[in-house]
């Protein structure tokens, strides 16, 4: 089966009861990709298919065949790194670091959602088009992202600082 | 206390103090605000965790776990997972390879495990989610199918799962961590009866689960006698002693790694897992991974047990304490040694005329429980500074003013004297930052639409700890870097950006040039990351290895060196070498000593002293926790408006690391308030909802902006004036939130978590 995984194509075959995440983690080893509880409740999973974030842990591998998925390592890199990963280090946005990719993928996701107008739970207008990325907003879209640590501050934060700059604090 | 203990603790108080810490005002490194130096790693998913190990040959490894809490597997059913693809071992108890019981931590000092019970040895059961059999398989999914096809008998027999029907039984524990588990100075009770005002309350906290990001992992190989292994823990030599003895092996032969620890809390330790993967890959004769699914964390690992309270205060008319008690039940095992100590606090906060602390324990048929987040003070904190609120509601006191009128001279239960205590500063600064003097102090008063707003407060504690045993090195080389190195860890504490700086202050040399290496038994002995006593026994062993190393370059530099004749005493660092204090002009770089004795490094390494401060003096850190809450009238929901945190935790290292890490504790503190609570139920002793989807911890919608101060006064007594600061954020946030809540409703919920239901 072929996958586009951070603008390269893999070619292989593979149990069909493979999780995406486990494809990524263990075939690929592309371990960025975090398994917090395996069960879609955590997270620390998130990828981008096709630019919209999913838990790769309740997606199979299969389902996936042909699209473009995009994972932490296809973000950025430590030499080169993504506004938003730089934001995350500026404003001490982890501390374990077990869940930041899942949050740094979510986010940019979230971002996509914001600019195709996908309303929330709770945003205001469900007409309008134009999203404010308030606090409110901003927290009830990344509450699927779990952090143990408590490093929400920092990440609520950095997202602002990258994807609303004159929002709210 | 024997005689002989109660003539050593006097003993300890007549020896001389140690000159204070002279970097205790440092500021060229420590006290800046510098950003994580793992930072772009973790940014970019490439700090490799435990689960992350590739290994040639790695296959891979599922558990099943008991359905009864007490009893004998009657039989066990193996073919059909035998004969399953990929399948290359199923382990029971009836094949595992012998093995000696795991040294229990706190009780045996090699030890890291939660349980001192064998693992997988015999048929017998000891609770509902106990390992009974392993697959190995050449996948995961291999493993996760044939374990499915295990089928399990049980002879079950009565449990002891009911923590009400048992508390009866409870009885004191022989000792509480070491200190004495009753504390009586006069007749409380009488005291209590006589006195004009009386507060006499039950508190009740549940079980708690770390429910840490990363699921427990070990990734283990057998190599030449001896195993390698991967593992997230927070104690690495204490997880290579306890597998040494397990397996027989001496601790040379087992090297213990973990660069990253995707979250602890006090939970990653030794349990069952990492004594049954390396056992299954020393059958299968492969490296084995074994990652607990998240129900098994919460089924084979322990969280923070439960416990029942009573707070009895006495006032007279002034508010000062005729008596004060605190005493309760925590359920435990017999196979670990964790009372939760939560009568701590009231042993070192409050002045009164009498105390009566005592607390006691019951057994029950459970995963053995387990050190969690300020074990004790988190919950004894609760139920302390909830009292405290009501003393003050009683007494038509500001809860401050009466905290004011109860701060002690001495440490109460120890008659010790506090090495340094500014609570009451902590206080007053944090009450200026959260604006205290606009709170209205009538139940009920403030409203916003159907939000019922109301403030609290409540006094965080921890204490002091520095763990003997640490060494640490340090090596200079001829380019005039450092690698200081310690088997300590890395959780997310900063450890690995704030040791660089203290190093580098300690050496005088810029931060850049400074590397700190950890999580390796192969570097020198580390102590655990536990009881916020890192960072002191890391600085502690640093500046033991920093006085050989001065020595050792004044040695090498001999007569033809502007150092010639001079002492260490007579030395600081700075600049990339030493110097004379009082002629600053007259010293030698690192670079220049190592050039001219024509040596590539130098490298000295020296263990830390013992800890003897903490007897000499009572050695805590302080907070003050105030907290705004929305309490919907309708729905009873509570929303956390407003936080601020106000620290007396001695000297700051990292500004920005430390904000993170009282935010984080507070922010697991808003959880115990509000939400978290592992359901355990009591027939079966079956926990009832090991899950992030059912055990609910704050997510960003629960989390408003957390303001943090601190009063970053040094304690003279302490490594760089400083103390840990990894649990005091989590204590008192219970009792703040739900003194937030009584101001807000008038309803005092003295029974956590304070969910809906019982606000309605």
């Known amino acids: 089966m072929k996958f586009t995984i951070n603008d390269e194509v893999i070619d292989l075959t593979l149990d069909p009861r493979m999780s995406l995440l486990d494809l990524l983690r263990e075939r690929l080893h592309l371990t960025g990709t975090k398994k917090g509880c395996d069960q879609g409740a955590c997270g620390a999973c998130t990828v981008l298919v096709d630019g919209e974030r999913i838990n790769s842990c309740l997606a199979l591998a299969v389902q996936y065949e042909g699209c473009a998925i995009t994972t932490i390592e296809g973000l950025g890199t430590a030499g080169d790194l993504h506004e938003l990963q730089r934001a995350f280090i500026e404003h001490d946005g982890f501390q374990c670091g077990y869940c930041t990719p899942g949050q740094i993928c979510s986010a940019v996701g979230m971002a996509g959602e914001i600019r195709r107008g996908v309303p929330s739970a709770v945003t205001g207008d469900l007409e309008t088009d134009a999203i404010d990325l308030s606090h409110d907003e901003l927290r009830e879209r990344m509450s699927g992202n779990l952090c143990r640590c408590g490093a929400h501050n920092g990440i609520v934060q950095a997202i602002q600082e990258t994807f609303a700059p004159k929002a709210k604090p | 206390m024997t005689i002989m203990d109660s003539l050593f603790k006097k003993a300890v108080r007549l020896i001389p103090d140690k000159a204070p810490d002279p970097l205790i005002g440092a500021e060229r490194q420590v006290g800046r605000s510098l950003s994580r130096v793992d930072g772009p790693l973790k940014v970019t998913g490439q700090a490799r965790f435990a689960a992350e190990v590739p290994f040639k040959n790695l296959v891979y490894a599922a558990t099943k776990y008991s359905a009864i809490a007490r009893g004998r597997i009657a039989s066990i059913e193996t073919e059909e997972a035998k004969q399953a693809p990929g399948v290359l071992l199923v382990m029971t108890h009836e094949n595992a390879p012998r093995m000696p019981a795991p040294p229990l931590m706190m009780k045996d000092p090699k030890g890291a495990s939660g349980s001192s019970l064998p693992v997988m040895q015999d048929a017998s059961i000891h609770w509902n989610g106990e390992p009974v059999a392993v697959v190995v398989a050449e996948t995961q999914e291999q493993a996760d199918h044939a374990v499915s096809l295990v089928r399990v008998k049980y002879d079950a027999q009565p449990a002891r799962t009911d923590f009400d029907r048992l508390k009866s039984e409870a009885h004191e524990p022989e000792n509480v961590l070491g200190e004495p588990s009753r504390i009586a100075i006069g007749d409380a009770e009488a005291a209590l009866a006589a006195a004009p005002v009386r507060i006499d309350n039950i508190y009740r ?23 390698i292994v991967h593992d997230t823990t927070q104690m690495v030599h204490l997880t290579r002693s306890t597998l040494a003895e397990v397996f027989g092996l001496p601790e040379e032969h087992v090297r213990v790694l973990s660069p990253f620890v995707g979250g602890g809390f006090g939970n990653k330790g030794v349990w069952s897992h990492q004594v049954l993967a390396t056992a299954a890959s020393q059958v299968v004769g492969r490296p ?11 089924r084979a690992t322990g969280g923070r047990t439960l416990t029942e309270q009573r707070v009895a205060l006495g006032a007279k008319a002034d508010g000062t304490l005729a008596a004060l008690i605190h005493t309760g039940i925590a359920g435990m095992t017999d196979h670990n040694d964790c009372p939760e100590q939560f009568t701590f606090p009231a042993r070192h906060l409050y002045a009164a005329e009498s105390m009566l602390l005592r607390q006691e324990i019951v057994e029950l048929d459970m995963v053995a429980n387990t050190f969690m987040r300020a074990p004790g003070e988190s919950v004894g904190t609760f139920a302390l500074e909830s009292a405290m609120d009501e003393l003050a509601e009683a007494l038509s006191l500001d809860p401050i003013e009466l905290r004011g009128r109860l701060e002690p001279a001495k440490d109460p239960a120890s008659g010790l004297t506090f090495s340094a205590r500014h609570l009451l500063e902590a206080y007053r600064r944090g009450a200026d930052r959260f604006g205290w003097d606009k709170r209205n102090r ?40 450092a690698v200081v190195s310690m088997a300590s860890h890395e959780m997310g504490m900063g450890t690995a950006t704030v040791q660089a700086q203290t190093a580098a202050e300690r050496l005088g040399l810029p931060v850049e040039r400074v590397t700190f290496e950890y999580g ?57 070498g030493l110097f004379h204090r009082e002629h600053p002009a007259r010293g030698e770089t690192y670079v220049s000593i190592l050039k001219r004795a024509n040596r590539s490094e130098v490298v000295c390494e020296a263990a830390a002293p013992q800890p003897m401060e903490m007897l000499k003096y009572s050695m805590h ?47 697991m503190g808003l959880g115990l308030a509000l939400m978290e609570h592992t359901l355990f ?45 990894g649990e005091i954020g989590i204590t008192g946030v219970g009792a703040a939130v739900a003194n937030a809540v009584y101001n807000a ?4 919920i003295r029974d956590l978590p304070i969910t809906l239901d019982k606000l309605l």
């Open chain 2, 205 to 227: 906290t549940p079980r708690h689960n770390h429910a840490a990001m990363e699921l427990h992992v070990i990734t283990v190989a057998w190599q030449e006698g001896g195993i």
């Open chain 2, 442 to 481: 009538v139940p009920r008063a403030a409203i916003d639409g159907d939000w019922l707003i109301g403030q609290g407060v409540a006094t965080a504690t921890y204490p002091y700890f520095r763990m003997p045993g640490g060494s640490a090195s340090i090596k200079l080389t001829a380019e005039g870097d």
């Open chain 2, 621 to 667: 850190s302080y907070g003050a926790q105030f907290c705004e809450v929305r309490v919907n009238r309708i729905t009873g929901e509570v929303r956390v408006s407003r936080f601020v945190g106000s620290f007396d935790t001695g000297r700051i290292l990292n500004p920005k690391t430390a904000a993170s890490q009282f935010r984080g504790g507070i922010i």
């Open chain 2, 520 to 576: 390796d038994t192969a570097l020198p002995h580390g102590t655990l990351a536990g009881g916020s006593s890192q960072s002191a026994s890391i600085v502690a062993a640093v500046m033991a290895a920093n006085d050989v190393l001065v020595k050792e370059l004044l040695k090498l530099a001999g007569n033809d060196s502007p150092l010639a004749g001079l002492k260490p005493r007579d030395l600081e660092a700075r600049d990339g």
């Open chain 2, 681 to 725: 139920d009591s027939r079966s002793g079956r926990i009832m909802n090991p899950s992030l989807a059912e055990y609910h911890v704050p997510v960003h919608l629960d989390v408003p902006a957390i303001d943090v101060i601190w009063n970053d006064i040094p304690d003279p007594h302490s490594p760089l004036g400083l103390h840990g600061i």
């Open chain 2, 288 to 298: 084995v991974r074994m990652v607990l699914s998240r129900e098994g964390v919460f």
């Open chain 2, 745 to 748: 409703t008038g309803r005092r």
